[in-house]
């Protein structure tokens, strides 16, 4: 189970941070995915990062520079920092996994309006 928070309403050039918390199997094993989608497109993968110390990470080039990916093997949550928010990042934010199937969280709305 995944469980997204930290989503909201947001001006342009803002912050926010995303967190999603993992129940049921240890998130440190495996690449833990942020996607997000917005009215009337596809989905998207945001940014990826690699198990256990998370030093591999990838990131779509429309966000690189802006947000960044952590996580926190502990706590057993990923998280997402979205820092100089624009419009164009207003989108439902989705936390994701792939173990033998690929699971989903019920997502955050991030809104960047003035």
């Known amino acids: 189970l995944l469980v997204e928070s930290g989503g909201g309403l947001v001006q342009p050039g803002g912050s926010l941070n995303l967190s999603c918390a993992a129940f049921g199997f240890s998130s440190s094993w495996y690449h833990m995915n942020w996607y997000r989608q917005a009215p009337g497109k596809e989905r998207e993968l945001v940014e990826s990062i690699s198990p256990y110390e998370g030093t591999d990470k990838t990131y779509a080039d429309s966000v690189k520079g802006r947000f960044t990916i952590s996580r926190d093997n502990f706590q057993n949550t990923l998280y997402l920092q979205m820092n100089s928010l624009e419009p164009e990042d207003t989108a439902m934010y989705y936390c994701?996994?792939?173990?033998?199937?690929?699971?989903w969280g019920q997502g955050t709305q991030v809104t960047v309006s003035s």
């Open positions: 994701n996994v792939v173990i033998f199937g690929e699971y």
